[in-house]
Nanobody, 124 residues
Framework: QVQLVESGGGLVQAGDSLRLSCASS????????MGWFRQAPGKEREFVAA????????GYSDSVKGRFTISRDNAKNTVYLQMNSLKPEDTAVYYC?????????????????WGQGTQITVSS
């Protein structure tokens, strides 16, 4: 069983930066594709970013491309999301997810494990 625990959320102002971390307890972390998703109030959960097991491939949603960077440290079983130039529309609960497959995918249903989420609020 894989457990994912997000941290680093909080209240920031527009234009600020924040880094989220997601620690995994599973032994399969180094072979798992990892993703970040978010869910704003009243909206469906949406893809933000994903990274392959080696870190060699990444993918981003158009809304965060150029502002957010996903990375991972397999020695620490941790994936990160560096968020720069935050906007009020980035306000959401951010979830970390893991999938056993190797493809970097944007689809929620392709991820096998999920964290509990961490709230990010960006004030204008």
């Amino acid at each position: 069983q894989v457990q994912l625990v997000e941290s680093g959320g909080g209240l920031v102002q527009a234009g600020d930066s924040l880094r989220l971390s997601c620690a995994s307890s599973g032994r399969t972390f180094s072979t798992s594709t990892m993703g970040w998703f978010r869910q704003a109030p009243g909206k469906e959960r949406e893809f933000v970013a994903a990274i392959s097991w080696s870190g060699g491939r990444t993918g981003y949603s158009d809304s965060v491309k150029g502002r957010f960077t996903i990375s991972r440290d397999n020695a620490k079983n941790t994936v990160y999301l560096q968020m720069n130039s935050l906007k009020p529309e980035d306000t959401a609960v951010y979830y970390c997810a893991a999938r056993r497959g190797s493809a970097v995918t944007t689809q929620l249903g392709n991820y096998d494990y999920w964290g509990q989420g961490t709230q990010i609020t960006v004030s204008s």
